[in-house]
T-cell receptor, first 114, second 113 residues
Framework: NAGVTQTPKFQVLKTGQSMTLQCAQD?????MSWYRQDPGMGLRLIHY???????DQGEVPNGYNVSRSTTEDFPLRLLSAAPSQTSVYFC?????????????FGPGTRLLVL | GENVEQHPSTLSVQEGDSAVIKCTYS??????FPWYKQELGKRPQLIID?????GEKKDQRIAVTLNKTAKHFSLHITETQPEDSAVYFC????????????FGSGTRLLVRP
């Protein structure tokens, strides 16, 4: 198993541009989530999904959209990038949504918005 | 919603000494408390976790304690080694109706040789 994969590893955007951060897992995990990590602020939950077709907001959802059309993929979309969205983005997944399970993180995407 | 506070933000210990990191949470219905270790430039990785029906859990040099009444939990690392140097995050998952795992702000641990 490849586990949780993320692409790209690094991206530079200009203010106002849009892009999609990709996340995929091959472990048939129900639960997937997106976090952003800023210095001194830990990991903050952006959006999460408990299964295909079901998504919900986390702590900091503004400026981001998600969808879950398949169990494997959970892309994060930035519609109009802002410098405040400069961060490292981590995708994570766990086997079950209805029970507490170990959450596995992807390698991260480093995003710089100019 | 759940709020997790973590202290200290930085911790420096001599190799061989113990390190303790503390977290408090706000949601009394929270039932799962993992700890993650993140090395520079790497992804967070689970090192130990505890569920609300357990007061203490150990795994070699690492232990976690949970005080549900006081709503706090702690990570204890004994006989620290230079490779323990990293950022450590605590987290808490809300009650049965919550699917959110909320993280503390992290503790940078430096183990001096």
């Amino acid at each position: 198993n490849a586990g949780v994969t993320q692409t790209p590893k690094f991206q530079v955007l200009k203010t106002g541009q849009s892009m999609t951060l990709q996340c995929a897992q091959d472990m048939n995990h129900e639960y997937m989530s997106w976090y952003r990590q800023d210095p001194g602020m830990g990991l903050r939950l952006i959006h999460y999904s408990v299964g295909a077709g079901i998504t919900d907001q986390g702590e900091v959802p503004n400026g981001y959209n998600v969808s879950r059309s398949t169990t494997e993929d959970f892309p994060l979309r930035l519609l109009s990038a802002a410098p405040s969205q400069t961060s490292v983005y981590f995708c994570a997944s766990s086997r079950r949504a209805d029970r507490v399970e170990t959450q596995y993180f992807g390698p991260g995407t480093r995003l710089l918005v100019l | 919603g759940e709020n997790v506070e973590q202290h200290p933000s930085t911790l420096s210990v001599q190799e061989g000494d113990s390190a303790v990191i503390k977290c408090t949470y706000s949601d009394s219905a929270s039932n799962y408390f993992p700890w993650y270790k993140q090395e520079l430039g790497k992804r967070p990785q689970l090192i130990i976790d505890i569920r609300s029906n357990v007061g203490e859990k150990k795994d070699q040099r690492i232990a976690v304690t949970l005080n549900k009444t006081a709503k706090h939990f702690s990570l204890h690392i004994t006989e620290t080694q230079p490779e323990d140097s990293a950022v450590y995050f605590c987290a808490a998952r809300g009650g049965d109706s919550s699917y959110k795992l909320i993280f503390g702000s992290g503790t940078r641990l430096l183990v001096r040789p």
